[in-house]
């Protein structure tokens, strides 16, 4: 519980809040380059490692030794991985947002972050079965682990650009090609898989799916990492392709467009959940379609941030409203969702600013429509309040006393 309510302050604080300011700010000047790189890096760095990383740490804390029959590890690595992830990342926001000392505030958050990392990985990965030999490893755990190195990746080249920039750079901010490149490590390289493997082990079962392509799966896997190489290479349009067959493939893996062949277990959360996670499915196919679209254009901010945003808001934000509100109340102590009428709403809330968003950055980003400049502040405005009642939902959840529920996955 503690993982995720660091994890929703990081979401709305350093992350939306920052971000609808960002928004804010390029819309009244009508411009994209017009704020500081830093204050963007500041509010992507908080959303992809305070809030998703910071969830994900938690729940695979709670999770991986459950699902592998593995012994309990030492409570501590969870408290202490706690304290440096949360300095780490913390340190990293004040270090763009105030540059005060930010040589010496970026190289030990980065240093902290991967220290946070390979306590979390220690703890998780290395202690034996309880009893008898693990069950053999299931496709959807090589998908989870390929994710665990992506964040692996994503933390060691974060330690290799800020000891450059400490040493060599006027300012914290990632140069703007590499930070391209390693976003694209840090999106698709970690937070993708692991939603695909998550999606994997929970989702046919929650939403009555056919039996998942194992096979299918593990080339989606290959094409993603794949498309995350090739990307990183600067290769971006061939790294477009292969993500968007890596993504088609995980959603034929997965089945979500055939007919389900169970009712979906929708108790205790809206009965709308299944629509909403194909919808998430069909913004990571359009995320994927857009960067290939922002390769061929060349310098295209607008198409770039489009896909970006139908990414991370699409796709990720909108599997975590769907599936967390879903499983982290009885991961929390056997809670019972506080309102699935408020599932809803956030959820119709944020499709509805994701669509404004994603279709009005490329129309005035790319100067297509000026009109558009107008709707992006009202596009952020409904994504922030779809943000501010998941915190609502969840917090109201964890303060309201446990009751007997099924188990998250029954
Ligand atoms: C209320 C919702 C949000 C708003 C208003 C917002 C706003 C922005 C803005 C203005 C930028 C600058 C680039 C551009 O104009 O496209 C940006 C970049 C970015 N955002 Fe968001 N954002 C939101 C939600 C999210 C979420 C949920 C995530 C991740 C889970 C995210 C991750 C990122 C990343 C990774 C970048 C790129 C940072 C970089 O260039 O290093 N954003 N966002």
Same mark, same amino acid.
């Given at each position: 519980?503690?993982?995720?309510?660091?994890?929703?302050? =990081?979401?709305?604080?350093?992350?939306? =809040?920052?971000?609808?300011?960002? +928004?804010?700010?390029?819309?009244?000047?009508?411009?994209?380059?017009?704020?500081?790189?830093?204050?963007?890096?500041?509010?992507?760095?908080? @959303?992809?490692?305070?809030?998703?990383?910071?969830?994900?740490?938690?729940?695979?804390?709670?999770?991986?030794?459950?699902?592998?029959?593995?012994?309990?590890?030492?409570?501590?690595?969870?408290?202490?991985?706690?304290?440096?992830?949360?300095?780490?990342?913390?340190?990293?926001? =004040?270090?763009?947002?105030?540059?005060?000392?930010?040589?010496?505030?970026?190289?030990?958050? &980065?240093?902290?972050?991967?220290?946070?990392?390979?306590?979390?990985? @220690?703890?998780?990965?290395?202690?034996?079965?309880? %009893?008898?030999?693990?069950?053999? /490893? !299931?496709?959807?755990?090589?998908?989870?682990?390929?994710?665990?190195?992506?964040?692996?990746?994503?933390? #060691?080249?974060?330690?290799? &650009?800020?000891?450059?920039?400490?040493?060599?750079?006027?300012?914290?901010?990632?140069?703007?090609?590499?930070? @391209?490149?390693?976003?694209?490590?840090?999106?698709? %390289?970690?937070?993708?898989?692991?939603?695909?493997?998550?999606?994997?082990?929970?989702?046919?079962?929650?939403?009555? #799916?056919?039996?998942?392509?194992?096979?299918?799966?593990?080339?989606? #896997? $290959?094409?993603?990492?794949?498309?995350?190489?090739?990307?990183?290479?600067?290769?971006?349009?061939?790294?477009?392709?292969? +993500?968007?067959?890596? *993504?088609?493939? &995980?959603?034929? *893996?997965?089945?979500?467009? !055939?007919?389900?062949?169970?009712?979906?277990?929708?108790?205790?959360?809206?009965?709308?959940?299944?629509?909403?996670?194909?919808?998430?499915?069909?913004?990571?196919?359009? *995320?994927?379609? /857009?960067?290939?679209?922002?390769?061929?254009?060349? $310098?295209?901010?607008?198409?770039?941030?489009?896909?970006?945003?139908?990414?991370?808001?699409?796709?990720?934000? $909108?599997?975590?409203?769907?599936?967390? @509100?879903?499983?982290?109340?009885? =991961?929390?102590?056997?809670?019972?969702?506080?309102?699935?009428?408020?599932?809803?709403?956030?959820?119709?809330?944020?499709?509805?600013?994701?669509?404004?968003?994603?279709?009005?950055?490329?129309?005035?980003?790319?100067?297509? $429509?000026?009109?558009?400049?107008?709707?992006?502040?009202?596009?952020?405005?409904?994504? +922030?309040? &779809?943000?501010?009642?998941?915190?609502?939902?969840?917090?109201?959840?964890?303060?309201?006393?446990?009751?007997?529920?099924?188990?998250?996955?029954?």
């Amino acid at each position: 519980m503690t993982y995720i309510v660091t994890g929703l302050i =990081f979401m709305l604080l350093p992350g939306t =809040f920052l971000g609808v300011w960002n +928004l804010i700010k390029i819309s009244s000047r009508e411009a994209a380059e017009s704020i500081s790189p830093v204050w963007i890096q500041a509010h992507g760095h908080a @959303q992809l490692f305070g809030w998703v990383g910071t969830f994900i740490l938690g729940i695979g804390f709670c999770s991986i030794p459950k699902l592998r029959k593995l012994k309990p590890f030492a409570l501590w690595s969870a408290w202490l991985t706690w304290v440096l992830w949360v300095v780490g990342v913390t340190v990293r926001w =004040f270090s763009n947002i105030y540059p005060w000392h930010w040589r010496i505030a970026l190289l030990l958050s &980065a240093a902290l972050e991967l220290a946070a990392f390979l306590i979390f990985f @220690q703890a998780v990965a290395s202690h034996r079965p309880s %009893g008898g030999s693990a069950k053999p /490893l !299931e496709p959807w755990i090589f998908v989870v682990i390929a994710a665990t190195l992506g964040l692996l990746a994503s933390l #060691l080249l974060n330690v290799g &650009a800020s000891f450059q920039l400490a040493l060599n750079a006027d300012s914290p901010a990632f140069p703007h090609l590499f930070d @391209q490149r390693y976003l694209i490590v840090s999106t698709w %390289g970690f937070i993708v898989p692991m939603v695909w493997g998550f999606s994997a082990r929970w989702l046919p079962v929650f939403m009555g #799916l056919r039996p998942l392509r194992n096979s299918f799966l593990v080339f989606a #896997l $290959a094409f993603n990492i794949l498309g995350v190489i090739v990307g990183f290479l600067e290769h971006f349009f061939a790294a477009g392709i292969f +993500l968007l067959v890596g *993504a088609a493939t &995980a959603i034929g *893996a997965i089945r979500f467009f !055939e007919p389900a062949v169970k009712p979906a277990k929708t108790v205790n959360v809206h009965r709308s959940f299944p629509a909403f996670i194909r919808i998430a499915y069909g913004w990571l196919l359009i *995320a994927a379609a /857009l960067s290939i679209w922002a390769a061929l254009a060349g $310098a295209a901010p607008g198409i770039w941030g489009a896909s970006r945003h139908a990414l991370t808001v699409g796709f990720v934000a $909108a599997m975590i409203f769907c599936v967390g @509100q879903r499983i982290l109340p009885s =991961f929390c102590g056997m809670r019972v969702l506080w309102s699935p009428k408020l599932m809803l709403i956030m959820l119709v809330l944020l499709m509805s600013g994701c669509t404004l968003r994603v279709a009005s950055e490329i129309l005035a980003y790319q100067e297509y $429509a000026t009109w558009a400049w107008n709707v992006l502040p009202v596009s952020a405005l409904i994504e +922030l309040t &779809a943000v501010a009642l998941f915190a609502v939902n969840l917090v109201v959840t964890f303060a309201r006393p446990p009751v007997v529920v099924a188990s998250p996955l029954t």
